[in-house]
């Protein structure tokens, strides 16, 4: 009734190729924005700095995980060595370049994650599939494994830990959870904007021919060096800033092991749960993966309190998260943006259905 | 079809339901008609590290438990809790830090991650939440100048007097530290900051008393040592200092040990790697290892207290009862006791005798620790932990260790509470470290004294 595009004429091009050409799209995101912007006003510091930091932060790493995966169909499970790159080269280049502005240092250490990405992207050109993942597994082994190795990265700390800097920008120094998230909730929202655009722009659709067919896109003239390296440049890219905001936003004291192929599993299930090639279902995905845990662990402490064992429900919360996800992926294989999808061509006919 | 659109019907409904129980869950709030004092516990029950988890976490709760129901709580406050998972996750433990920060009206005044990944996640948010972290026997060892890091503490040791004991203790089964010289030690340890931990202290020793240092890292969750125990073998090493976590981790370098016919006696166990749990896996291979403990096993007279009155009223924490009197559940009473004594200290500097304190109170409490071999005794666990006093620049507790070996069953006891051999180096060591943390954070030092 009110989700319609009926009375909407597009009389322009630009009109024709914007973002969201419903009107009730644009105004229903203009009120999500806003109310992201105004959510530390009305939520309290649990919220923010362990549910919603982490949901961006996580949400930004499933999308670029997703430019590679979903759109380019290069299977990776390298992404939590990319973070690792990102949050040490941010690190790095706070504390050895006086005075860098925290959003340049964050560019800057996705810039690093980028080229380390490209190197670990040239096998792609050779080995496709599964073959590929176990290939980009190195990198996953091999950047953790260094950052280790050499204390220079860690800036010889005897332990081994590297202690986020605080966030300084225009001479502010963004140190409550209410700054922190609105910093993340910055970045995130222009590189999901640019995600955007990039997936159904000229580059976008490199990177599905790609995927559909390599062979029929190199036919058409696509360079597959070009297209395949620019896909892995990317999503690292995207890694490199997550990981960067992971440690600066939310862990603060990190340690390479942090970022170990736990944590790259979780960034995969994020995407596959969340929906392969789509922008909302990187959202989705890290929403579900972080926050389902969470929540039945909160469920099953206040519903059952300490009747019983907290043994038993640690164990059981884990066996419902699995069976949820089996369950999930039975009933809707293409993962959550498919059932968003689903919902708005339901809500366009709503309430006469044919 | 027919099942999708079902499933896709009732997923509105589940969703909303979802988020009702998350509102509601995160906001519960307590009514306190009496008063109370709140304890956040972040336990790890499932994973690699369960062993660990259920025990002490146990052990701290069954004795809030006794405190309570023997004494009504702390001059009449009552000691409540409450969990949270964190599957020895330093991400997870974050969320259960939030989480477990504020219950109601009450904040929560000590944090205890058991385990050194958890500690580092959360060890900068201290100062700014007015909340101890109580490291009981691991996490960050400089952290024991008291004058950078107010509100953590090292009670019940750390890793560096940890290594100086095994190496006195190694010296001392060799003849001297005289004979030490020209002995390789290999430190086998997992692959993350709670492995490197002791190397700062240890490559000193070992340049002092020239002893050859090995390190050599197992990738976590470390399983597989095949490679490893090969080199230990090829080094011809005399000693091996195991670093490790899990009992998975832990049972691993027994085994593998035993296959290259590494001898076990030659072994010295981390204090969080030598318990029951670690060693029974290993069946009969694990005979002869050596462990250093911080809290003793064995049935104390607080230990049968409480199996009297907690497990008698059926109220015990531990699944299997057999396991109250293991390492682990002990270390977990100690640390429970350690935040009742501070509790009381609290209540008696602040003249809030029967009152809930804040942070800052209880940090005072804290640093006011001063367990004598009287109180603890008094207590019922004299032998099970150390004596210690804290004060405003020390943040370490005890120094001391006990030595015990794994006779096929159980632990035997070797020695008393010994020191480390030479105190004021280690505390060099960390003060240095200290102070070179302070220094790159642009942290303020505390004048004590």
């Given at each position: 009734m009110f989700y319609r595009e009926a009375g909407q004429f597009r009389t322009s091009y630009a009109q024709d190729s914007q973002i969201f050409p419903l009107r009730q799209d644009r105004i229903g995101i203009a009120i999500l924005l806003i109310a992201a912007v105004m959510l530390p006003f009305v939520t309290n510091n649990y919220w923010l700095s362990a549910i919603l930091i982490p949901w961006l932060v996580l949400s930004l790493v499933a999308l670029g995980q997703?430019?590679?995966?979903?759109?380019?169909?290069?299977?990776?499970?390298?992404?939590?060595?990319?973070?690792?790159?990102?949050a040490f080269a941010c690190y790095n280049l706070i504390l050895r370049i006086e005075g860098i502005p925290f959003v340049i240092a964050v560019a800057l250490s996705g810039v690093c994650a980028a080229l380390v990405g490209i190197v670990f992207g040239l096998p792609s050109l050779r080995i496709r599939g599964l073959y590929l993942a176990v290939a980009t597994l190195a990198s996953q082994f091999f950047i953790v494994w260094a950052l280790d190795k050499f204390p220079w990265f860690k800036n010889y700390d005897p332990a081994g830990v590297i202690t986020a800097q605080p966030i300084i920008m225009f001479g502010h120094n963004f140190a409550s959870p209410r700054e922190k998230y609105w910093v993340v909730l910055a970045i995130v929202a222009v590189l999901a904007l640019l995600a955007k655009n990039m997936a159904r722009g000229s580059v976008g659709r490199g990177w599905m021919a790609v995927r559909d067919m390599d062979v029929a896109a190199e036919v058409m003239g696509l360079s597959l060096l070009r297209t395949k390296l620019?896909?892995?440049?990317?999503?690292?890219?995207?890694?490199g800033v997550g990981g960067a905001l992971f440690a600066f936003a939310y862990l603060q004291t990190v340690e390479p092991s942090a970022f170990g192929i736990d944590l790259s599993f979780r960034i995969l299930f994020m995407v596959i749960i969340g929906g392969l090639g789509t922008i909302m279902g990187s959202f989705l995905g890290a929403g579900f993966i972080l926050l389902m845990p969470i929540f039945l662990n909160i469920f099953f402490h206040t519903v059952f309190g300490k009747s019983v064992d907290a043994t038993i429900t640690s164990a059981l919360e884990q066996v419902i998260f699995g069976a949820i996800i089996i369950m999930f992926l039975i009933f809707e294989p293409l993962g959550f943006a498919r059932l968003w999808q689903l919902t708005k061509e339901r809500l366009r006919l709503w309430p006469f259905r044919h | 079809m027919m099942r999708d659109t079902i499933l896709r019907r009732a997923m509105p409904g589940i969703f909303a339901l979802a988020a009702a129980f998350a509102v509601g869950g995160a906001s519960s709030t307590a009514m306190a008609q009496e008063q109370e004092q709140y304890f956040g516990i972040p336990s790890s029950r499932v994973g690699p590290y369960s062993a660990m988890g259920t025990g002490y976490y146990g052990g701290i709760i069954d004795y809030l438990n006794y405190v309570n129901m023997k004494f009504g709580g702390v001059n009449g406050v009552k000691l409540t809790y409450d969990e949270c998972e964190t599957e020895y996750n330093a991400a997870r433990t974050v969320e259960c830090y939030q989480r477990l920060l504020n219950k109601g009206d009450q904040k929560m005044v000590v944090f205890d991650t058991l385990g050194t990944p958890g500690a580092y996640a959360v060890i900068g948010r201290m100062a700014t939440d007015n909340v101890v972290l109580a490291?009981?026997?691991?996490?960050?060892t400089d952290a024991a100048d008291g004058r950078v890091w107010p509100w953590v503490f090292n009670a019940?040791?750390?890793?560096?007097?940890?290594?100086?004991?095994?190496?006195?203790?190694?010296?001392?089964?060799?003849?001297?530290?005289?004979?030490?010289?020209g002995k390789t030690i290999v430190h086998l340890h997992i692959d993350t900051a709670y492995g490197r931990e002791p190397i700062p202290a240890m490559r000193e020793i070992a340049k002092e008393w020239g002893v050859k240092l090995i390190e050599i890292a197992v990738p976590p969750p470390g399983l597989e040592q095949q490679s490893q125990?090969?080199?230990?073998?090829?080094?011809?090493?005399?000693?091996?200092?195991?670093?490790?976590?899990?009992?998975?981790?832990n049972s691993t370098a027994i085994t593998t040990a035993a296959r290259v016919g590494f001898p076990r006696e030659k072994m010295m166990y981390v204090t969080f790697g030598g318990a029951e749990e670690d060693m029974?896996?290993?069946?009969?291979?694990?005979?002869?290892?050596?462990?250093?403990?911080?809290?003793?096993?064995?049935?104390?007279?607080?230990?049968?207290?409480?199996?009297?009155?907690?497990?008698?009223?059926?109220k015990g924490n531990m699944q299997n009862p057999q396991r109250v009197g293991t390492v682990y559940y002990n270390r977990g009473v100690g640390a429970a006791v350690m935040w009742v004594e501070a509790l009381k200290n609290a209540q008696r500097i602040h003249n809030k005798t029967g009152k809930t304190v804040t942070g800052p109170e209880f940090r005072d409490g804290y640093e006011a620790l001063d367990i004598t071999d009287d109180?603890?005794?008094?207590?019922g666990i004299l032998g099970m932990s150390a004596p210690f006093k804290m004060s405003c620049a020390k943040h370490d507790g005890s120094e001391r260790f006990r030595m015990m070996q794994w006779d096929g069953t159980k632990f035997v006891l070797?020695?008393?509470?010994?020191?480390?051999?030479?105190?004021?180096?280690?505390?060099?060591?960390?003060?240095?470290?200290?102070?070179?943390?302070a220094k790159e954070n642009n942290l303020p030092v505390r004048q004590c004294s």
């Amino acid at each position: 009734m009110f989700y319609r595009e009926a009375g909407q004429f597009r009389t322009s091009y630009a009109q024709d190729s914007q973002i969201f050409p419903l009107r009730q799209d644009r105004i229903g995101i203009a009120i999500l924005l806003i109310a992201a912007v105004m959510l530390p006003f009305v939520t309290n510091n649990y919220w923010l700095s362990a549910i919603l930091i982490p949901w961006l932060v996580l949400s930004l790493v499933a999308l670029g995980q997703n430019i590679l995966m979903g759109y380019a169909g290069q299977l990776s499970l390298g992404s939590a060595g990319f973070m690792a790159v990102g949050a040490f080269a941010c690190y790095n280049l706070i504390l050895r370049i006086e005075g860098i502005p925290f959003v340049i240092a964050v560019a800057l250490s996705g810039v690093c994650a980028a080229l380390v990405g490209i190197v670990f992207g040239l096998p792609s050109l050779r080995i496709r599939g599964l073959y590929l993942a176990v290939a980009t597994l190195a990198s996953q082994f091999f950047i953790v494994w260094a950052l280790d190795k050499f204390p220079w990265f860690k800036n010889y700390d005897p332990a081994g830990v590297i202690t986020a800097q605080p966030i300084i920008m225009f001479g502010h120094n963004f140190a409550s959870p209410r700054e922190k998230y609105w910093v993340v909730l910055a970045i995130v929202a222009v590189l999901a904007l640019l995600a955007k655009n990039m997936a159904r722009g000229s580059v976008g659709r490199g990177w599905m021919a790609v995927r559909d067919m390599d062979v029929a896109a190199e036919v058409m003239g696509l360079s597959l060096l070009r297209t395949k390296l620019q896909a892995f440049a990317i999503s690292s890219f995207y890694c490199g800033v997550g990981g960067a905001l992971f440690a600066f936003a939310y862990l603060q004291t990190v340690e390479p092991s942090a970022f170990g192929i736990d944590l790259s599993f979780r960034i995969l299930f994020m995407v596959i749960i969340g929906g392969l090639g789509t922008i909302m279902g990187s959202f989705l995905g890290a929403g579900f993966i972080l926050l389902m845990p969470i929540f039945l662990n909160i469920f099953f402490h206040t519903v059952f309190g300490k009747s019983v064992d907290a043994t038993i429900t640690s164990a059981l919360e884990q066996v419902i998260f699995g069976a949820i996800i089996i369950m999930f992926l039975i009933f809707e294989p293409l993962g959550f943006a498919r059932l968003w999808q689903l919902t708005k061509e339901r809500l366009r006919l709503w309430p006469f259905r044919h | 079809m027919m099942r999708d659109t079902i499933l896709r019907r009732a997923m509105p409904g589940i969703f909303a339901l979802a988020a009702a129980f998350a509102v509601g869950g995160a906001s519960s709030t307590a009514m306190a008609q009496e008063q109370e004092q709140y304890f956040g516990i972040p336990s790890s029950r499932v994973g690699p590290y369960s062993a660990m988890g259920t025990g002490y976490y146990g052990g701290i709760i069954d004795y809030l438990n006794y405190v309570n129901m023997k004494f009504g709580g702390v001059n009449g406050v009552k000691l409540t809790y409450d969990e949270c998972e964190t599957e020895y996750n330093a991400a997870r433990t974050v969320e259960c830090y939030q989480r477990l920060l504020n219950k109601g009206d009450q904040k929560m005044v000590v944090f205890d991650t058991l385990g050194t990944p958890g500690a580092y996640a959360v060890i900068g948010r201290m100062a700014t939440d007015n909340v101890v972290l109580a490291q009981y026997g691991y996490g960050r060892t400089d952290a024991a100048d008291g004058r950078v890091w107010p509100w953590v503490f090292n009670a019940a040791g750390h890793y560096w007097g940890q290594i100086a004991v095994k190496m006195n203790f190694m010296a001392q089964k060799e003849g001297g530290v005289d004979k030490m010289k020209g002995k390789t030690i290999v430190h086998l340890h997992i692959d993350t900051a709670y492995g490197r931990e002791p190397i700062p202290a240890m490559r000193e020793i070992a340049k002092e008393w020239g002893v050859k240092l090995i390190e050599i890292a197992v990738p976590p969750p470390g399983l597989e040592q095949q490679s490893q125990w090969l080199q230990i073998r090829r080094e011809k090493a005399d000693w091996v200092t195991f670093w490790g976590a899990g009992s998975g981790m832990n049972s691993t370098a027994i085994t593998t040990a035993a296959r290259v016919g590494f001898p076990r006696e030659k072994m010295m166990y981390v204090t969080f790697g030598g318990a029951e749990e670690d060693m029974i896996p290993a069946g009969d291979a694990a005979k002869g290892t050596y462990v250093a403990a911080n809290a003793a096993p064995g049935k104390f007279p607080l230990i049968q207290d409480i199996e009297k009155v907690v497990y008698g009223a059926g109220k015990g924490n531990m699944q299997n009862p057999q396991r109250v009197g293991t390492v682990y559940y002990n270390r977990g009473v100690g640390a429970a006791v350690m935040w009742v004594e501070a509790l009381k200290n609290a209540q008696r500097i602040h003249n809030k005798t029967g009152k809930t304190v804040t942070g800052p109170e209880f940090r005072d409490g804290y640093e006011a620790l001063d367990i004598t071999d009287d109180k603890l005794k008094e207590i019922g666990i004299l032998g099970m932990s150390a004596p210690f006093k804290m004060s405003c620049a020390k943040h370490d507790g005890s120094e001391r260790f006990r030595m015990m070996q794994w006779d096929g069953t159980k632990f035997v006891l070797l020695t008393d509470w010994v020191p480390a051999p030479n105190p004021a180096f280690i505390r060099k060591l960390i003060e240095d470290s200290a102070e070179k943390y302070a220094k790159e954070n642009n942290l303020p030092v505390r004048q004590c004294s």
